[in-house]
């Protein structure tokens, strides 16, 4: 009796995906010198992060003022009280709640022609959270993917960009539920003098916010069931998805709001919020050609106050959502009441003590976690395809 | 399919337990059989011990700042992500077939996670049981499972009755007609699995009318009874050849509860409890204090003067009651002998004296000379196979010294008619003795009769006596009664009860599980079971106690009275 059969073999996909990582190590061997990183170096997301802030950060700078699009009374806050909570036993608002996450490996140093390049693979997924009319969350839907990123040609050779491309064909023609898929870095959102690697993580996240933008097209949603997007819209195609507000539980310190003719900065603006208690909804002022920036209003509110939080702006979470006008008409205003309302009943249950529990939703919390199991375990990640 | 198995780094599956998480709309007991996909197309059959549910809140504190720092009223808006965890004990695996044919190889390796389990089929039980390995069967009852199946349970008789082991031990608290119950339908069991003519059956009543009606029709039986029976392969009949032993009672009457029609009323001689050969003296001084066994040197005296003569006159208010030459032939007789060895002082004499008389004054069960009545010592040598003896001691518990010697006696006599090969004795001779905690109490030094019941535990295996005993707190027992069982049935029991040492055998889920059994419901552990199962049983079919009662209560009879100082059950 073979003891080898005993245990468990490896999954289809798992096989599939070796075999591939494999071959890439053969062409990129074959076209310079790879020097494959240690087993035990980190996933790259190891540091600390904040995700929906590097991605609000993206929506602001310093020039971008911010207008209100939503009247209030002159010389008074822009705020708004919500009253009571739309909770979900008398409106299920949001279905829906989706969120991505990603994991970067590095893998090493590939060499060619005198000049190197960093190898990253990474493995991104999103998935969908359904809440049914009781309260029970189910996954709805899970996409997932792992991608070699590779940089531009230079310094990569087109030959080896070339081969890559052509095993990347290669690869999507196989039957298999994932397969490594080979995303080159455009060389204009390469910035010179910003380090590779550095892009090449941003090409993750791009690679991320792709599925995640392909798997909230493809929910079956029926009209008046809402998605709330984990993170703030950075990314135009999200504009068109209907009944869909982004939801940033951490956000960018850049913009500078408009009011009542004075100038506030996102802390001075916001540390009269009340709990229960929305600002005004803003837009970006100026006609800038980010799609993103010319249609997403905006608003702060918050969930939470007092005990348990340590700073001011704890408890505020930021709603993206798409505009549709200039200034807000009276059914614009109710439609944001009821979505701050409704997001003021997500507070129940709360995910803490996770990090930034204070602005956090459960569901979305829920979505994060499914999704990490669902990943490889960097042991695993490595294990199988680090060793290329 | 109920779920999946689950195993994680704090949590893991091992060679003898797996956990597996249950699909919302699930139900599942403690006590019921799953199965799980193990490797190589192997089965691994486990029993379900714990069940928890939990959630993705890492601590209650969690739950209480989910709630907004403790606000009660608000309902949560999404319910948290929360799943029931079984824990099952491994039972047994399917095994992969082998070179060497008919045996197979068990795959004890730990189950893998996400493994498909579902509710074990009744083969599969039968393979957790090892019914495949039975040579003997003796059906026990059955396991219901939370999916509405009913899987007969048997055990192989040679761990019931011997050679492998032998012994019942039925425990638990009283109240829910279990234990007695449970011990005459399993005697049933066996009768119908082994034939009349192999057993004999001594059983003591100890509770009124309780066992005086075993030959009688049951009247109280459900349809959910004779559907057990029918499921286990037993006839629903009451015992036959049954003879009732009533102890003598005032004008030589019996003294019983109830009469049954072929009954026989047993007294003691002297004669009957000393001779030149043996003595069951011992047994009725058994509950006297004798630390520096004067009573028993006396008793000894006896035994080897036997026959006694009075020696020299006796006299009483200065008249001669008894002539030197005149044998010591009544109980009476004994009180008034006087010609002991002078190392047998006079206060020990008279110590002897007091205790005698207590015992035997005022007991119509004591006589000078038997007449119509029998002794049950040679009734019980008589035994044959299919005869059933039922012994009433009911009332005989007006001093349970008295009982307990009736009890000593028989025992010691069964294992003289072991000893002496009388003809035509049965194969195997099951002894049923309720309240094993006042016959064979637990202490290091047990008496005369705890020491013959002890005996029989002990040796009574290879000589075909089989003790099933019962008591409602094992701890009250004495330790090898129960230990020597080579089978445990334990009814519901308080917690406290389980934490004492005889109990310890159990996990601590099972005795939790115990705490919960309902009326009806035991939990069965023996020796060829890897873990212990939860049964349940039909009444047992004959005229039970509380349907015998209110018939004679509907009848008028006057035959109501109750002793004092009766086996009446807390």
């Given at each position: 009796?073979?003891?080898?059969?005993?245990?468990?073999?490896?999954?289809?996909?798992?096989?599939?995906?070796?075999?591939?990582?494999?071959?890439?190590?053969?062409?990129?061997?074959?076209?310079?010198?790879?020097?494959?990183?240690?087993?035990?170096?980190?996933?790259?997301?190891?540091?600390?992060?904040?995700?929906?802030?590097?991605?609000?950060?993206?929506?602001?700078?310093?020039?971008?003022?911010?207008?209100?699009?939503?009247?209030?009374?002159?010389?008074?806050?822009?705020?708004?009280?919500?009253?009571?909570?739309?909770?979900?036993?008398?409106?299920?608002?949001?279905?829906?709640?989706?969120?991505?996450?990603?994991?970067?490996?590095?893998?090493?140093?590939?060499?060619?022609?005198?000049?190197?390049?960093?190898?990253?693979?990474?493995?991104?997924?999103?998935?969908?959270?359904?809440?049914?009319?009781?309260?029970?969350?189910?996954?709805?839907?899970?996409?997932?993917?792992?991608?070699?990123?590779?940089?531009?040609?230079?310094?990569?050779?087109?030959?080896?960009?070339?081969?890559?491309?052509?095993?990347?064909?290669?690869?999507?023609?196989?039957?298999?539920?994932?397969?490594?898929?080979?995303?080159?870095?455009?060389?204009?959102?390469?910035?010179?003098?910003?380090?590779?690697?550095?892009?090449?993580?941003?090409?993750?996240?791009?690679?991320?916010?792709?599925?995640?933008?392909?798997?909230?097209?493809?929910?079956?949603?029926?009209?008046?069931?809402?998605?709330?997007?984990?993170?703030?819209?950075?990314?135009?195609?999200?504009?068109?998805?209907?009944?869909?507000?982004?939801?940033?539980?951490?956000?960018?310190?850049?913009?500078?709001?408009?009011?009542?003719?004075?100038?506030?900065?996102?802390?001075?603006?916001?540390?009269?919020?009340?709990?229960?208690?929305?600002?005004?909804?803003?837009?970006?002022?100026?006609?800038?050609?980010?799609?993103?920036?010319?249609?997403?209003?905006?608003?702060?509110?918050?969930?939470?106050?007092?005990?348990?939080?340590?700073?001011?702006?704890?408890?505020?979470?930021?709603?993206?959502?798409?505009?549709?006008?200039?200034?807000?008409?009276?059914?614009?205003?109710?439609?944001?009441?009821?979505?701050?309302?409704?997001?003021?009943?997500?507070?129940?249950?709360?995910?803490?003590?996770?990090?930034?529990?204070?602005?956090?939703?459960?569901?979305?919390?829920?979505?994060?976690?499914?999704?990490?199991?669902?990943?490889?375990?960097?042991?695993?990640?490595?294990?199988?395809?680090?060793?290329? | 399919?109920?779920?999946?198995?689950?195993?994680?780094?704090?949590?893991?599956?091992?060679?003898?337990?797996?956990?597996?998480?249950?699909?919302?709309?699930?139900?599942?007991?403690?006590?019921?059989?799953?199965?799980?996909?193990?490797?190589?197309?192997?089965?691994?059959?486990?029993?379900?011990?714990?069940?928890?549910?939990?959630?993705?809140?890492?601590?209650?504190?969690?739950?209480?700042?989910?709630?907004?720092?403790?606000?009660?009223?608000?309902?949560?808006?999404?319910?948290?992500?929360?799943?029931?965890?079984?824990?099952?004990?491994?039972?047994?695996?399917?095994?992969?077939?082998?070179?060497?044919?008919?045996?197979?190889?068990?795959?004890?390796?730990?189950?893998?996670?996400?493994?498909?389990?579902?509710?074990?089929?009744?083969?599969?039980?039968?393979?957790?049981?090892?019914?495949?390995?039975?040579?003997?069967?003796?059906?026990?009852?059955?396991?219901?499972?939370?999916?509405?199946?009913?899987?007969?349970?048997?055990?192989?008789?040679?761990?019931?009755?011997?050679?492998?082991?032998?012994?019942?031990?039925?425990?638990?608290?009283?109240?829910?007609?279990?234990?007695?119950?449970?011990?005459?339908?399993?005697?049933?069991?066996?009768?119908?699995?082994?034939?009349?003519?192999?057993?004999?059956?001594?059983?003591?009543?100890?509770?009124?009318?309780?066992?005086?009606?075993?030959?009688?029709?049951?009247?109280?039986?459900?349809?959910?009874?004779?559907?057990?029976?029918?499921?286990?392969?037993?006839?629903?009949?009451?015992?036959?050849?049954?003879?009732?032993?009533?102890?003598?009672?005032?004008?030589?009457?019996?003294?019983?509860?109830?009469?049954?029609?072929?009954?026989?009323?047993?007294?003691?001689?002297?004669?009957?409890?000393?001779?030149?050969?043996?003595?069951?003296?011992?047994?009725?001084?058994?509950?006297?204090?004798?630390?520096?066994?004067?009573?028993?040197?006396?008793?000894?005296?006896?035994?080897?003067?036997?026959?006694?003569?009075?020696?020299?006159?006796?006299?009483?208010?200065?008249?001669?009651?008894?002539?030197?030459?005149?044998?010591?032939?009544?109980?009476?007789?004994?009180?008034?002998?006087?010609?002991?060895?002078?190392?047998?002082?006079?206060?020990?004499?008279?110590?002897?004296?007091?205790?005698?008389?207590?015992?035997?004054?005022?007991?119509?069960?004591?006589?000078?000379?038997?007449?119509?009545?029998?002794?049950?010592?040679?009734?019980?040598?008589?035994?044959?196979?299919?005869?059933?003896?039922?012994?009433?001691?009911?009332?005989?518990?007006?001093?349970?010294?008295?009982?307990?010697f009736v009890i000593g006696d028989v025992m010691r006599s069964l294992e003289e008619m072991y000893a002496e090969e009388i003809e035509g004795r049965p194969e195997k001779v099951i002894v049923v003795v309720d309240e094993l905690n006042k016959f064979a109490p637990k202490g290091s030094t047990p008496g005369p009769v705890a020491q013959q019941i002890i005996e029989v535990a002990r040796t009574g295996r290879s000589r075909g006596t089989v003790l099933f005993g019962a008591e409602q707190f094992k701890s009250e027992a004495h330790e090898q009664v129960y230990e020597n069982a080579g089978t445990h049935l334990i009814g519901r029991t308080g917690s406290s009860e389980l934490s004492t040492q005889p109990y310890s055998f159990l996990d601590k889920e099972t005795k939790s599980n115990v705490t919960r059994l309902e009326k009806g419901e035991l939990v069965l552990v023996h020796a060829a079971f890897r873990q212990p199962v939860k049964i349940v049983f039909p009444c047992p079919s004959y005229k039970r106690q509380e349907s015998a009662t209110s018939e004679a209560r509907e009848a008028g009879s006057t035959s109501t009275s109750k002793p004092d100082g009766a086996f009446s059950e807390s």
């Amino acid at each position: 009796m073979s003891i080898k059969r005993f245990f468990l073999a490896p999954s289809e996909d798992l096989v599939q995906l070796s075999s591939q990582f494999r071959l890439v190590k053969e062409t990129l061997r074959r076209n310079g010198s790879y020097l494959p990183a240690t087993p035990d170096e980190p996933p790259e997301e190891t540091q600390p992060y904040d995700a929906d802030r590097t991605d609000d950060d993206s929506n602001f700078d310093r020039k971008n003022l911010c207008d209100p699009i939503e009247e209030f009374e002159e010389g008074k806050e822009p705020y708004v009280n919500q009253g009571s909570a739309l909770l979900r036993t008398e409106c299920n608002f949001f279905k829906f709640f989706l969120d991505g996450s990603i994991r970067t490996y590095y893998l090493g140093e590939q060499i060619e022609d005198n000049r190197s390049y960093p190898l990253i693979a990474t493995e991104v997924a999103s998935a969908a959270i359904k809440r049914a009319d009781d309260g029970r969350a189910s996954v709805s839907k899970l996409m997932r993917k792992v991608a070699l990123l590779v940089p531009p040609s230079p310094p990569a050779r087109p030959q080896t960009v070339r081969d890559l491309i052509e095993l990347r064909a290669n690869f999507s023609a196989v039957r298999s539920p994932i397969k490594l898929d080979i995303e080159q870095l455009e060389r204009d959102i390469h910035q010179p003098g910003v380090d590779l690697r550095t892009s090449l993580l941003g090409k993750a996240r791009a690679v991320m916010h792709e599925i995640e933008h392909t798997l909230a097209r493809s929910l079956k949603r029926e009209k008046g069931e809402w998605l709330i997007l984990d993170g703030a819209i950075r990314r135009p195609e999200f504009l068109g998805l209907d009944e869909t507000i982004g939801l940033a539980k951490s956000f960018s310190r850049n913009p500078v709001f408009h009011i009542s003719g004075r100038f506030k900065d996102v802390v001075a603006m916001l540390s009269g919020l009340k709990e229960g208690a929305r600002t005004v909804v803003f837009r970006h002022s100026g006609e800038g050609g980010d799609p993103v920036r010319k249609r997403v209003a905006f608003w702060y509110l918050r969930l939470r106050s007092g005990r348990g939080l340590q700073g001011p702006l704890q408890g505020i979470v930021k709603i993206d959502y798409r505009s549709r006008g200039d200034l807000l008409k009276a059914d614009d205003i109710e439609l944001v009441n009821t979505i701050s309302r409704a997001l003021l009943a997500e507070k129940y249950v709360s995910p803490y003590p996770t990090p930034r529990w204070h602005a956090h939703i459960y569901p979305i919390y829920v979505a994060e976690n499914y999704i990490k199991s669902s990943l490889f375990s960097p042991l695993a990640f490595r294990g199988h395809f680090g060793g290329i | 399919m109920i779920g999946k198995t689950t195993a994680t780094e704090n949590s893991p599956n091992t060679v003898d337990d797996f956990a597996f998480w249950l699909s919302p709309d699930k139900i599942v007991n403690p006590f019921d059989f799953v199965t799980a996909d193990h490797l190589r197309g192997t089965r691994t059959i486990g029993i379900v011990r714990e069940m928890m549910m939990i959630t993705d809140a890492p601590s209650h504190l969690s739950n209480y700042v989910s709630s907004e720092f403790g606000t009660v009223t608000t309902p949560p808006n999404t319910t948290r992500v929360s799943t029931t965890i079984a824990r099952a004990s491994v039972m047994a695996n399917t095994g992969i077939e082998t070179k060497r044919q008919g045996i197979s190889l068990e795959i004890n390796m730990p189950i893998e996670n996400d493994q498909p389990v579902r509710f074990a089929t009744a083969s599969e039980v039968a393979i957790a049981l090892g019914a495949e390995k039975i040579k003997q069967p003796v059906p026990m009852g059955l396991i219901e499972m939370s999916n509405g199946v009913s899987i007969p349970v048997s055990v192989d008789g040679r761990y019931l009755l011997g050679p492998e082991a032998a012994h019942l031990n039925v425990s638990g608290i009283s109240g829910l007609a279990t234990k007695t119950s449970y011990m005459m339908f399993l005697i049933q069991s066996i009768l119908s699995r082994y034939g009349h003519e192999k057993m004999g059956v001594v059983m003591f009543n100890v509770k009124q009318q309780d066992l005086l009606h075993v030959d009688e029709e049951a009247t109280d039986l459900t349809p959910l009874d004779l559907e057990i029976y029918k499921s286990l392969g037993i006839e629903s009949k009451p015992f036959a050849n049954v003879t009732y032993f009533l102890p003598r009672g005032p004008d030589g009457e019996p003294d019983s509860e109830h009469e049954p029609e072929n009954s026989k009323i047993y007294a003691y001689s002297l004669g009957d409890c000393v001779s030149d050969t043996r003595s069951s003296l011992d047994l009725l001084f058994s509950e006297v204090r004798d630390p520096d066994y004067t009573i028993a040197s006396i008793l000894e005296h006896l035994r080897e003067r036997w026959p006694l003569r009075f020696g020299r006159d006796v006299k009483h208010d200065d008249e001669t009651v008894r002539t030197a030459d005149q044998r010591v032939e009544t109980w009476e007789d004994l009180r008034f002998y006087e010609n002991f060895p002078r190392e047998i002082r006079p206060g020990s004499r008279g110590k002897f004296k007091r205790h005698l008389g207590r015992l035997i004054k005022n007991s119509d069960l004591f006589v000078p000379g038997r007449k119509h009545e029998v002794y049950l010592g040679d009734e019980v040598k008589r035994l044959k196979g299919g005869q059933i003896y039922v012994i009433d001691i009911f009332r005989v518990g007006k001093a349970e010294e008295r009982a307990a010697f009736v009890i000593g006696d028989v025992m010691r006599s069964l294992e003289e008619m072991y000893a002496e090969e009388i003809e035509g004795r049965p194969e195997k001779v099951i002894v049923v003795v309720d309240e094993l905690n006042k016959f064979a109490p637990k202490g290091s030094t047990p008496g005369p009769v705890a020491q013959q019941i002890i005996e029989v535990a002990r040796t009574g295996r290879s000589r075909g006596t089989v003790l099933f005993g019962a008591e409602q707190f094992k701890s009250e027992a004495h330790e090898q009664v129960y230990e020597n069982a080579g089978t445990h049935l334990i009814g519901r029991t308080g917690s406290s009860e389980l934490s004492t040492q005889p109990y310890s055998f159990l996990d601590k889920e099972t005795k939790s599980n115990v705490t919960r059994l309902e009326k009806g419901e035991l939990v069965l552990v023996h020796a060829a079971f890897r873990q212990p199962v939860k049964i349940v049983f039909p009444c047992p079919s004959y005229k039970r106690q509380e349907s015998a009662t209110s018939e004679a209560r509907e009848a008028g009879s006057t035959s109501t009275s109750k002793p004092d100082g009766a086996f009446s059950e807390s």
